[in-house]
Structure formats: C-alpha cells, structure tokens
C-alpha cells in the first residue's frame, strides 16, 4: 500500500511538473511576441486563461503520453522479467521469460531476457548434475556397504571354517578399500570443483615422477602377468604441479592395468616434440567405443559395465578437471577389442623459460 501511494505521488509531481514546463514556455513565447503589441487589457485576461487551460491539456497529453510509454515500454517488461527472476528464485528452474516482439531488435530488455533465460538453463543443468552426483555416490556407496553387511553376518556364524573365514575377512578388507578409495575420490574432486585451485609450479623431472607411480602398481601388474614396456626419454623437465599430476599419472595406469586382460600389455612413454613434454599410456584392453568416447570424463560413467565392480567412474573425471586447472591437454585414441592410448602433453621448464624471456 505504502508503495502504491508513492507512485501515486511521483505521478502527481511528475504531471505537476510537466505542467510548469508548458506553461513556462507558452508564458515566455506570447511575451517574446506580444510585447511590441498593444493589445486590450480585458482581451489579455482572456487570452490568458485560454492559455492556462491550453496549458493544462498539453501537459495532460504529454504526461499521458509518458505513462503509456512508461507502461507498455518499461514496467510490462520489468514486471515480466520479475516474475520469471521470481519463480527461478523460488526453485522452478523450467521457468524461461517469454522475450518481446522485436522486429527491429531494439529492444534492450529482450537483452537481459536472453541472459536470464541463459543463467536458468546453466542453473538447471548444475541442479541436474548435482542431483545424478548424489544419486551416484548414494548407489556406489550401497553396493560396498551392502558387501561389507553380508560378509559381516556370514563372519558370525559358529560353524565357519578358518579358510572361509580368512576368505571372508579378505572380501571385507577389499570392499573397504574400494569404499575409502571411492571417498577419497569424491572429496578430491569436489574440492577441485568448488575451490579456486592454484596450482604450485616447480621445474622437476617428468621421467622420474612417471617412473615412481608406475612402480606403486608392480603387484596389480604382476598379479596379471601384464607385459610393462616404458620408452622414457632422460632428462624430460617440466614446470608443473607435482602432486596433482601425480593424480592423472595414477589414475590413468590404474585404468590400464584393470581393463587389460591377463598378459596383456601396457606401454608407457616419456618424452617431447615440438617443444613440449608428453606423456602417452597404452593398453590392449577391450576400447572405448565412440559412444563411449563421448562420457568418459563424465562424472560415475563407466563404459564397461563388466568392470564397474573395480571401480567407481571418478578416476578420469578428476584427470579432466587437473588437465584443465594446469593448463595441459589431454586426448584419447581407442578401438573396440583392440585397446586405448591417453596422450598428455605438458609445457616443458626449457619452453617456459623461453616464454618468459
């Protein structure tokens, strides 16, 4: 109510002050022109009050005028644009502003109703994958729960042999692995997503770092009869992130090595061209179909299901989002049946330094 009287009184003043303006400029045109020119008293008064009441129409139409312009031209669009920021606000993220009819594409407002129409898909869009997120880690945390529930009961009974209690104790002891890794997992990305990361860059060997991540699987290889052929190049600097490219490294064996078959092979090379460093892994496991191919980055997408049990499809979600705050690049190769190779080029300390110079 208190709002309604105040635009009330603005359009009081505003006729007001229309009003003043008219009569100003009628008053100073008849004596800029009538001031030479005798004319009588009684006429004058006449004449005047005319002039008032022309005055006064003038200034109705004029402010009229303004009312309708302001109706149609600003507070329809306004009231528009704030009931659609109204109902996003209040959750309905399917609500899109209608734009104007704008056959000569002036209209300015239609402008911030495109924006606006933009903001609501992109809040759709995290609301959606906020809500698969949940859904996801929700479902690949009951699996290894219900795993470690079952194994649980099973450890209580009387009559259990120690063999199968030793087989038991070792499926608990897996799953929880898997649990932890998972969690560990979830928590790295969300920070990487959520955090402003700057990334604290120092020159150091790429070979010698390559080499450490790949001996921390030399069990999962062995265990598999898998054939490691490595091609690193000495003397291979780069000006990086250790610790978080320590995290693609890992990931990216650690998928080799589960989607290669028994002795099967894995290839892993170091070195540079034009002037950069690289980083290329490759396995004979089963490929990446081009459907596939599309997802892989994806957060819980996993290609193949037949070895969904031994992971959790966060591994290259979390080298995608450290490829991109590092600055590097990444790209997948692949063939159904005949396997896949990931490609990491690098900025090399050499080539940074003559950058920077």
């Known amino acids: 109510m208190k709002g309604e009287w105040r635009s009330r009184l603005l359009s009081a003043l505003q006729f007001f002050a229309i009003l003043f303006f008219i009569s ?6 008849f004596i800029l022109f009538f001031q030479w020119i005798e004319i009588d008293e009684k006429a004058i008064r006449l004449s005047a009050a005319v002039t008032f009441g022309n005055a006064v129409f003038i200034a109705f139409l004029l402010w009229l005028a ?20 109204r109902r996003i606000t209040e959750g309905d993220l399917r609500e899109r502003i209608t734009p104007f009819a704008d056959p000569l594409g002036a ?6 109703i495109e924006n606006i129409n933009k903001m609501a898909d992109e809040l759709s869009s995290v609301e959606t994958l906020r809500t698969d997120f949940v859904s996801n880690v929700s479902h690949e945390m009951k699996t290894p729960l219900a795993v470690i529930q079952n194994y649980t009961a099973l450890l209580k009974s009387p009559d259990l042999s120690d063999e199968d209690r030793l087989e038991y104790a070792g499926a608990i002891s897996d799953t929880t692995k898997q649990l932890a890794v998972l969690i560990t997992n979830i928590l790295k990305l969300n920070k990487l997503e959520n955090q402003q990361i700057f990334p604290e860059s120092s020159p150091y060997d790429l070979g010698e770092q390559i080499c450490e991540c790949l001996l921390a699987f030399e069990s999962e290889w062995e265990r598999k009869n898998i054939d490691i052929d490595t091609d690193i190049e000495d003397g291979v600097i780069v000006n990086a992130d250790a610790e978080l490219l320590g995290v693609v490294w890992s990931n990216l064996f650690s998928n080799a090595l589960k989607f290669t078959e028994e002795g099967g092979k894995v290839s892993v090379s170091v070195g540079r061209e034009q002037g950069r460093a690289f980083v290329t892994v490759t396995d004979t496991g089963c490929g990446i179909g081009s459907k596939t191919g599309k997802h892989i980055f994806d957060k819980f997408y996993q290609g193949n299901t037949s070895h969904a049990g031994k992971g959790n499809g966060l591994g290259l979600a979390l080298v995608k989002r450290i490829i991109d705050i590092t600055g590097a690049e990444i790209s997948v190769s692949s063939e159904l049946g005949k ?12 080539n940074v330094q003559k950058n920077a110079q």
């Open 107 to 112: 209209n300015q407002y239609n402008v911030i």
């Open 66 to 85: 303004d009312r309708l312009r302001k109706k149609y031209m600003v507070e329809r669009p306004v009231k528009r644009i704030s009931d659609g920021l």
């Open 24 to 29: 100003f400029i009628l008053t100073s045109s």
């Open 339 to 350: 396997g896949s190779t990931f490609k990491v080029t690098l900025r090399s300390a050499a």
